[in-house]
């Protein structure tokens, strides 16, 4: 099934991040938060691509493989490749050919000071030409309402995520935000800009301090007062930051729901609580708006 289909379907796509296990855990680890999350019925789940060696790597098939095989759901795979020489991503696409995996979400990846740095990709966009020349794969992106860090400008990473587009990109899943207004004003440039495929929101649900910083540092987001505010309130007790955190990420959607937005993606950082209460928290919003969008 194509994933980008979808957004022509229903008003809301709905979808959960997850992540692979490590190396020494089983694939039966994450088998049941896999079952449980499918019981939430999202419309697609997407496993992320670790920088960890290959075998890391290789989990990210073997879980897409699970979800698509036992779960009946689609799996978006993603795929990075700033680190990868063309043989290995070429091995990984057969992996996924093998398995019936078609649906990439395609990306540079991060350079961290450990990263050993190849040639052969330097952008998302050029892994997006290799993996449409080859056939095969529906394809999807990342994008990012407050500008990728490392870019001079929102307007200049607006040409990139264009050409991504251009490159094949049916959709695009945005980096993980808190303010809302960013995300608007940022759909509003992209849409100027030429950009016609979907742009699914990425929320992430904060809940504990040390997620808080390590989120903070990489994506580099915004914190409006109120955020903030309920951190320094309750960052020091987990249990109440995950409560603020649920309430701020479910207003968050609400918001975005009012605002028509066509799908939300929830970093679901593999707790299955934090998901099942946010997605009981707006699952009768998103069954509405999807009913009254077929009438
Ligand atoms: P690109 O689109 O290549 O952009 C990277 C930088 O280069 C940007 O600053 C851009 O403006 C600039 N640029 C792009 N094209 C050009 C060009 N032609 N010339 C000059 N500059 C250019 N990382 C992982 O390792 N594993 C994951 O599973 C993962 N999942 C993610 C999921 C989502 C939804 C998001 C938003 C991010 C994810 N990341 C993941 C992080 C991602 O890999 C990083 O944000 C990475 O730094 C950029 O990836 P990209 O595909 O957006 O890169």
Do not use: W
Request: hydrophobic residues 35%; contains cysteine.
């Amino acid at each position: 099934m194509k994933i980008a289909k979808l957004f022509d379907q229903k008003k809301i796509v709905y979808s959960f991040e997850i992540y692979p296990p490590n190396l020494s855990s089983g694939v039966d680890v994450v088998y049941e938060t896999l079952k449980n999350l499918t019981n939430l019925k999202p419309d697609y789940l997407s496993v992320t691509y670790g920088a960890g060696g290959t075998e890391v790597k290789n989990r990210t098939c073997e879980i897409s493989a699970l979800i698509k095989n036992t779960c009946a759901i689609e799996p978006l795979a993603h795929l990075t490749c700033v680190n990868s020489r063309k043989s290995e991503v070429s091995d990984v696409l057969n992996q996924l050919s093998n398995d019936n995996i078609h649906n990439i979400l395609a990306m540079r990846g991060d350079i961290r000071p450990n990263t050993v740095v190849r040639d052969d990709f330097k952008y998302a966009s050029q892994l997006m030409d290799y993996i449409a020349g080859r056939g095969g794969f529906h394809l999807a992106a990342a994008c990012y309402p407050e500008g990728h860090p490392e870019c001079e400008s929102l307007k200049k990473d607006i040409e990139y995520m264009k050409l991504k587009q251009d490159c094949g990109a049916q959709f695009f899943i945005t980096q993980l935000f808190f303010d809302n207004d960013a995300y608007y004003d940022f759909v509003d440039k992209a849409r100027a800009r030429g950009i016609t495929a979907p742009i699914q929101a990425g929320i992430m649900p904060l809940t504990n301090i040390k997620q808080i910083e390590r989120t903070l540092y990489l994506s580099g987001a915004k914190v409006p007062h109120k955020l903030s505010r309920l951190i320094s309130r309750y960052g020091s007790n987990r249990v109440a930051m995950t409560q603020a955190g649920i309430m701020y990420a479910t207003e968050q959607i609400i918001s975005l729901l009012e605002n028509d937005v066509q799908g939300i993606h929830l970093y679901t950082m593999n707790k299955l609580d934090v998901a099942r209460k946010i997605t009981e928290n707006i699952d009768h919003l998103i069954s509405m708006e999807n009913t009254s969008y077929l009438v």
